[in-house]
Nanobody
Framework: QVQLVESGGGLVQAGGSLRLSCAAS????????MGWFRQAPGKEREFVAA????????KYADSVKGRFTISRDNAKNTVYLQMNSLKPEDTAVYYC????????????????WGQGTQVTVSS
């Protein structure tokens, strides 16, 4: 019943910016931590960023820290990933994910997933 639908992916030049959106339905949005993950061909899925239910806490992978910003609008049941200073190595399918709130933000254990959106960064 839970649905997470990503949008905003596409092709962008290195150094450019892109904003991903994830619209959630079928869950009490503010009760869930939301995360973004990505997976490149031949690679394992990796954590990118996460945000607490209230939006008060965030966590980022070292590879994107300072370049990406995760945010959420609970009134719109939507989580965003603003990606700046994009690099070719950021190319991957990006997935939105959700998990029931925990005491701290974690990088695993997310049990609801979107369909993914392709982000391609050209050199």
């Amino acid at each position: 019943q839970v649905q997470l639908v990503e949008s905003g992916g596409g092709l962008v030049q290195a150094g450019g910016s892109l904003r991903l959106s994830c619209a959630a339905s079928g869950l009490g949005f503010s009760n869930y931590h939301m995360g973004w993950f990505r997976q490149a061909p031949g690679k394992e899925r990796e954590f990118v960023a996460a945000i607490s239910g209230s939006g008060g806490s965030t966590k980022y992978a070292d590879s994107v820290k300072g370049r990406f910003t995760i945010s959420r609008d609970n009134a719109k049941n939507t989580v965003y990933l603003q990606m700046n200073s994009l690099k070719p190595e950021d190319t991957a399918v990006y997935y939105c994910a959700a998990r029931w709130r925990t005491a701290v933000i974690v990088t695993s254990g997310y049990n609801y997933w979107g369909q993914g959106t392709q982000v391609t960064v050209s050199s």
